[in-house]
């Protein structure tokens, strides 16, 4: 059978037997796909440091008929997250960005908005500035899924909230205004709220350079990590590892 190829994002491997590995990936063409790469332990050659977790890869495979996994032949490294520094809060935040993309991407399909997003995105995490690059990700992923309601104005009753205060609960849609906001609720800023707007207007990389310490739209980042948890309907691991950096 002929080898198949594309562009594709490492999201996880697994161990499997003695030498092999289970491999998670993003596909460009072929959305998400699991295959198998034999002897990837021991093969410099076909694989390297190309599986680890957020490589960007050119890949190629086989399938064959009635198995549910890929034959993975090799792949040829694009760009590495580890060809530059890697501390701690980077690895989480890569972590981040691997755990969404496998949860909330379905096998098979490809999407190549999303695709594009998450390359932008990891071109733009560095260790020392992962905060703007995550929030633009959280934005445009919760956008692409469906799942952004209007932030300016209340789900309850379409009240405007544009230069207004504006709410929002884990177990609400969207944002609510002060008449209809619910117990315990977390207020978001005017600031998110014109971040949002910008960054549906202009790409990630017109951000970069700009200070954004860990406080600059966590309201925002908090609000999306819920939307997308409640559309999993589970917790994110690394959303309460990033939560408890400083």
Same mark, same amino acid.
């Given at each position: *059978?002929?080898?198949?190829?594309? !562009?594709?994002?490492?999201?996880?491997?697994?161990?499997?037997? !003695?030498?092999?590995?289970?491999?998670?990936?993003? /596909?460009? /063409?072929?959305?998400?796909?699991?295959?198998?790469?034999?002897?990837?332990?021991?093969?410099?050659?076909?694989?390297?440091?190309?599986?680890?977790?957020? =490589?960007?890869?050119?890949?190629?495979?086989? !399938?064959?008929?009635?198995?549910?996994?890929?034959?993975?032949?090799?792949?040829?490294?694009?760009?590495?997250?580890?060809? /530059?520094?890697?501390?701690?809060?980077?690895?989480?935040?890569?972590?981040?960005?691997?755990?969404?993309?496998?949860?909330?991407?379905?096998?098979?399909?490809?999407?190549?908005?999303?695709?594009?997003?998450?390359?932008?995105?990891?071109?733009?995490?560095?260790?020392?500035?992962?905060?703007?690059?995550?929030?633009?990700?959280?934005?445009?992923?919760?956008?692409?899924?469906?799942?952004?309601?209007?932030?300016?104005?209340?789900?309850?009753?379409? =009240?405007?909230?544009?230069?207004?205060?504006?709410?929002?609960?884990?177990?609400?849609?969207?944002? *609510?205004?002060?008449?209809?906001?619910?117990?315990?609720?977390?207020?978001?800023?005017?600031?998110?709220?014109?971040?949002?707007?910008?960054?549906?207007?202009?790409?990630?990389?017109?951000?970069?350079?700009?200070?954004?310490?860990?406080?600059?739209?966590?309201?925002?980042?908090?609000?999306?990590?819920?939307?997308?948890?409640?559309?999993?309907?589970?917790?994110?691991? =690394?959303?309460?590892?990033?939560?408890?950096?400083?």
């Amino acid at each position: *059978m002929a080898l198949k190829q594309s !562009e594709a994002i490492v999201l996880r491997s697994y161990p499997l037997r !003695e030498a092999d590995l289970l491999v998670t990936l993003f /596909t460009r /063409t072929e959305g998400k796909l699991r295959g198998v790469a034999k002897a990837a332990k021991r093969s410099k050659k076909r694989f390297g440091g190309a599986l680890e977790p957020l =490589t960007y890869v050119r890949l190629y495979w086989e !399938e064959r008929e009635g198995q549910e996994l890929a034959r993975l032949d090799s792949c040829e490294v694009l760009d590495s997250p580890l060809a /530059t520094e890697v501390d701690y809060p980077r690895a989480v935040a890569l972590g981040y960005i691997a755990e969404v993309l496998d949860d909330v991407l379905p096998d098979r399909e490809a999407n190549d908005a999303m695709f594009r997003l998450a390359l932008s995105v990891l071109g733009q995490l560095r260790a020392g500035a992962i905060w703007m690059p995550l929030t633009y990700f959280d934005l445009w992923s919760v956008r692409l899924m469906g799942l952004l309601p209007e932030l300016c104005e209340c789900i309850l009753c379409g =009240t405007a909230l544009n230069g207004h205060r504006a709410w929002f609960h884990p177990l609400a849609d969207g944002l *609510m205004c002060a008449a209809h906001k619910r117990l315990a609720s977390s207020e978001m800023s005017a600031e998110a709220r014109v971040i949002a707007a910008a960054m549906f207007r202009r790409p990630v990389e017109s951000f970069a350079g700009a200070p954004w310490p860990r406080q600059r739209a966590a309201d925002l980042r908090r609000f999306l990590a819920q939307r997308i948890e409640r559309h999993l309907e589970k917790k994110l691991v =690394t959303a309460g590892m990033l939560e408890k950096i400083e």
